[in-house]
């Protein structure tokens, strides 16, 4: 249900730009109605990207205290508006979630949030604080609010210059037996190394956490290895540990791997953008392939990792029977890399999902290998190939694979692989012959009017069951857009994303 | 859940609207009206472009420029456009790509003379549902667009792509 809310627009206010949002909100409103009967307790406010005049923002105020989860993402929102909202903390008990995300609230507006949050009478679950130009400053009341806010299970203060002193008041928070916060998000805070003995010291106490991101600060090994000790040794049952970007190579790797194979609770794991390479990738494996270790999600992207990793990876994907999801992107795997992972997707103990090959140095080379992987595997529901050079060829040799009847293909991307009109026969085909594809990602290629005929043609056949077809930066003339937009009245469940 | 619809349909208003202005006018502006709205919908693709890819002088929105504005333009929903180019510079300018300051590029593009100041933003390692996050590059660039009645009306990203990679 949240989801759905997610799709679905609320306008009291002004909009902020006169093109904020695509007409999908408006058309998702429209086929999925209003859902009318909903208590006062179930109501969701969802509103991004607009701004309020004084008269408006009156107006939604008198209404707030009838939602159980407020956003209001991106609104202009600054100190005045905290004042209204910190009221609203402090005398509606029904208020669970909060989301002021990407508003210039500063510190003076987070502390008049705090005198809200510290009321007894509040009872907020999640409070997400994203973006909101807030600095050490505010980190002491915030301490106080996680001393004292045992309701408290989420923070997320992402994106603001905290710094090392800030990310120390909140570890302060953290230690207090009161604080049951089970999520915390602090990418981007400008935390460092220092601030991971206080942290360490919240692990080997404390057992409520269980997400934990630190991605987007310069860390290092040092820190990262005493970040893992603190895991190995301590209560805590972590279930998501974003480590991405924060200086890691493959000397945290033994660490890290000791925690894969030690921590059943973990079930994602992201440690994109650190120069990890293929001798720390296989030190990864390994702890992965501990019975112990029952990791759902590796996120791998940007790691440094080449054919050799690959080789170690695809042992992973053939027999890890809990992996769902890996994501590679943005790795040079070339197609030697890729051979190697279609061994993996042969085998038929492989569970994965969902795999990202997103800018991984492919050619046409490596398609067939992924053809027949696909024919014989039916697990793999998302594909993401975008951004390699596979071409035309590449795509007819990945086609033919899909519409082998093993394949239970949902979503497959090919954006940015040079392609034209030539390959549009084969993914009509597809689109036909294959009830399982929902999305088809066609973005950024040259296929010109011609292509374009093709693909309206196959969306039209009653087998098709396309939700999503994506063309962003895609061309053609006004003559094939006629056949676009009336593909979207002749299904209404379809649409096309550009 | 308050819901309130975002954008109204306009088109049934402009239709009895031009069906009153015909009755009081007659034929003749009902023709030139007609027409209007005709390049009106020409036009929508334009206003595509400018919405995916113009943003001069370039929004100040913090230190997470692609995160928010490629949100705010609302290239996230349902899914995450992977690498979307903001041109930063006036519309006559770019405008012009389609006429003096453009030359042929093949595949009915057209290419700039000039340099522009844009910042791409690609997407990081998240999948391809929101929430989208992405990387931004900011640099000169030569534009590849397409044009229809001397308005670009296509950003080819693939070019700007090649060119990043030929770097």
């Known amino acids: ?498 | 859940m308050t819901v309130v619809q975002w954008r109204y349909s306009s088109s049934h208003f402009l239709v009895a609207e031009l069906m009153m202005l015909f009755k009081r006018f007659g034929l003749g502006l009902f023709i030139v009206l007609a027409a209007v709205m005709m390049l009106g919908t020409f036009a929508a693709d334009y206003e595509t472009f400018l919405r995916q890819h113009y943003d001069n002088p370039k929004s100040n929105v913090g230190n997470r420029y692609c995160n928010t504005m490629m949100v705010r333009r609302g290239m996230t929903r349902p899914k995450c456009k992977e690498v979307n180019t903001f041109i930063h510079d006036t519309k006559n300018e770019i405008n012009a790509v389609c006429g003096n300051k453009g030359e042929p590029f093949g595949n009915g593009l057209r290419r700039s003379l000039k340099q522009f100041q844009v910042t791409t933003c690609t997407m990081k390692g998240t999948s391809t549902r929101p929430p989208c996050d992405y990387r931004g590059n900011s640099s000169p660039r030569y534009i590849v667009i397409a044009c229809e009645n001397g308005l670009p009306v296509h950003f080819d990203e693939g070019q700007i792509y090649r060119y990043l990679m030929m770097i």
């Open chain 1, 1 to 498: 249900m949240t989801v759905l809310f997610r799709t679905l627009k609320s306008c009291l206010a002004l909009p902020r730009v006169a093109w904020a949002f695509p007409r999908a909100a408006g058309r998702a409103l429209r086929s999925w109605g209003f859902p009318e009967g909903l208590e006062a307790s179930k109501m969701e406010l969802d509103i991004q990207c607009q701004e309020f005049d004084a008269s408006k923002w009156k107006e939604l105020v008198s209404t707030l205290n009838q939602h159980k989860t407020i956003r209001l993402d991106d609104c202009g929102l600054g100190v005045s508006h905290c004042e209204d909202l910190s009221s609203l903390l402090s005398t509606s008990q029904a208020l669970t979630e909060l989301n002021l995300s990407n508003n210039e609230l500063g510190d003076s507006g987070v502390d008049v949030l705090c005198k809200g949050l510290l009321n007894p009478n509040c009872n907020l679950q999640k409070l997400w604080l994203r973006n909101c130009n807030l600095t050490k400053a505010c980190c002491e009341n915030l301490r106080s609010v996680l001393k004292s806010k045992s309701s408290l299970t989420e923070l997320h203060l992402g994106d603001n210059s905290l710094g090392t002193l800030g990310g120390k008041a909140l570890c302060q928070g953290l230690m207090d037996p009161n604080c049951q916060l089970q999520s915390l998000q602090l990418q981007y805070c400008e935390l460092t190394k220092e601030n991971i003995e206080a942290l360490s010291s919240v692990l080997l106490t404390k057992s409520s956490l269980q997400t934990l991101n630190l991605s987007n600060n310069k860390l290092g090994d040092a820190a990262v290895k005493h970040l893992c000790q603190a895991l190995l040794d301590g209560p805590c049952n972590l279930q998501s540990l974003q480590l991405e970007s924060c200086d890691i190579t493959h000397a945290s790797c033994k660490d890290l791997s000791a925690v894969l194979s030690n921590k059943p609770s973990l079930i994602e794991f992201c440690i994109g953008e650190n120069r990890i390479g293929d001798a720390g990738i296989a030190i990864l494996c390994q702890g992965v392939q501990n019975p112990n270790c029952k990791i759902e999600k590796l996120w791998l992207w940007e790691c440094n990792i080449t054919a050799p990793g690959c080789k170690e990876l695809a042992k992973v994907i053939g027999t890890k029977e809990t992996l769902k999801e890996i994501s590679l992107l943005g790795n040079a795997l070339t197609d030697e890399g890729m051979e190697f992972l279609c061994q993996g997707l042969k085998d038929p103990k492989t569970k994965l999902e969902s795999l990202w090959l997103r800018d991984c140095d492919l050619t046409a080379a490596c398609c067939k290998s992924i053809s027949s992987a696909l024919s014989v595997n039916s697990v793999l529901k998302e594909l993401q190939m975008s951004g390699n050079c596979i071409g035309d060829e590449g795509v007819i040799d990945i086609c033919e694979g899909v519409r082998s009847p093993n394949c239970k293909l949902e979503s497959l991307w090919l954006g940015q692989s040079s392609l034209t009109a030539v390959c549009c026969e084969a993914l009509a085909k597809v689109i036909v012959e294959k009830p399982s594809l929902l999305e088809l990602d066609v973005s950024y290629s040259h296929i010109g009017d011609e292509g374009v005929f093709k693909l309206c043609e196959a969306v039209k056949n009653p087998n098709c069951n396309l939700k999503y077809l994506i063309l962003y930066d895609t061309y053609w003339t006004s003559q094939a857009d006629k056949e676009l937009k009336a593909l979207e009245g002749l299904k209404p469940e379809f649409q096309v994303v550009t």
